[in-house]
């Protein structure tokens, strides 16, 4: 099997981040509830976006996030979801591929404009999110480049994704050409409520051997084995993938590999100020490390000192070299 050229391709939601100042008034005149996510439509997304105070846009979604990471850790990393022919789109890849991340999936038009998400932040640093999926959501199978999938060592799935029929179809296919290549397979549960909807389904790519890394939280874990105890989940799945990684907030992350279990404290930050982007990050760091060749307790780590940056400061994206933070903290 030749060398990859990449050392993570991710797959997931194409969206632009557009985040702005708003006050209290602001939002009861919009009829939002501060501190709340919802789902919203293009018109709605017009509306609002026309209507917020001026943003700072960054290129966003949960697996681009990851791709970032590992390009912020000096990794190869790529990124295949679906923008359209429109300004944001356009921003999306200049934004993205500036963070080293090789994107090149063209924009398509499917009637619906590219996804954002519009945060809006009130002084007290509560966060309200409105989010329009739009053309993300449509990604197809004719979007793939199936040499890029081939020449990459590790390609990241994100569950969120797995919602719509469309992508669905894309994943799966870009699963088996990475597989028929040699490569590994990384997929992350995103959210209990995927899990709550796709159970079935991510257990029977699961169980299928179709997934290598598995990436969770401890609350993900839990519903997947459903089970209400955090050890008796890890052991129902923990022999059904090459790789299983769980993150556990405070308490730290462990990881148990082909009967090798690792596991490792949260790394200290001053303060918390926003934890958008944690799971993505971390994700991020332990990839990078498995791309370097590190063991599983120095790819954990170098996850949570990804991870513990970028809940320091507001956005989902490092701020801080992150290369020199594992530098100092690892010693390379």
């Known amino acids: 099997m030749p060398d990859p050229r990449l050392d993570v391709l991710a797959i997931g939601n194409a969206i632009v981040d557009v985040i702005a100042d708003a006050d209290d008034d602001f939002l009861e005149a919009e009829g939002l509830t501060k501190g709340s996510m919802r789902l919203i439509d293009a018109d709605e997304a017009t509306r609002l976006y026309a209507h917020m105070g001026p943003g700072r846009e960054a290129s966003g979604g949960s697996a681009a996030n990851t791709a970032a990471g590992v390009a912020a850790l000096g990794g190869r990393a790529g990124f295949i979801g679906q923008v359209a022919p429109d300004q944001l789109g356009d921003f999306f890849r200049h934004d993205i591929g500036a963070l080293g991340v090789e994107f090149t999936t063209p924009g398509q038009d499917f009637g619906v404009p590219t996804a954002r998400c519009l945060v809006l932040v009130t002084p007290d640093a509560h966060r309200t999110m409105s989010t329009f999926l739009g053309a993300a959501q449509h990604l197809p199978v004719a979007a793939l480049d199936e040499a890029q999938i081939a020449d990459s060592a590790i390609l990241y799935l994100e569950g969120y994704l797995w919602d719509p029929e469309t992508p669905r179809y894309a994943m799966i296919k870009a699963i088996d050409v990475a597989r028929s290549a040699g490569r590994k397979v990384a997929f992350t549960l995103s959210d209990t409520f995927c899990i709550d909807r796709h159970r079935d389904g991510f257990n029977q790519l699961i169980d299928g051997g179709k997934v290598d890394i598995l990436f969770a939280n401890e609350a993900e874990i839990q519903a997947l084995a459903a089970v ?30 082909r009967g090798e279990r690792a596991q490792v404290p949260a790394e200290p930050v001053s303060a918390v100020v926003d934890t958008t982007g944690a799971g993505d990050l971390f994700a991020a760091g332990f990839l990078a490390g498995q791309a370097q060749g590190r063991s599983l307790e120095q790819s954990l780590r170098i996850g949570a000192i990804a991870a513990a940056e970028v809940i320091s400061h507001y956005g989902a994206r490092p701020e801080a070299d992150l290369r020199a933070l594992v530098a100092d903290r690892l010693g390379g």
């Not at 209400?228 to 990881?255: C, I, M, N, Y």
């Open 228 to 257: 209400p105890h955090f050890e008796t989940a890890l052991k129902a799945v923990q022999d059904k993938v090459e790789t299983l990684v769980v993150t556990r907030s405070d308490k730290g992350a462990v990881a148990i590999s």
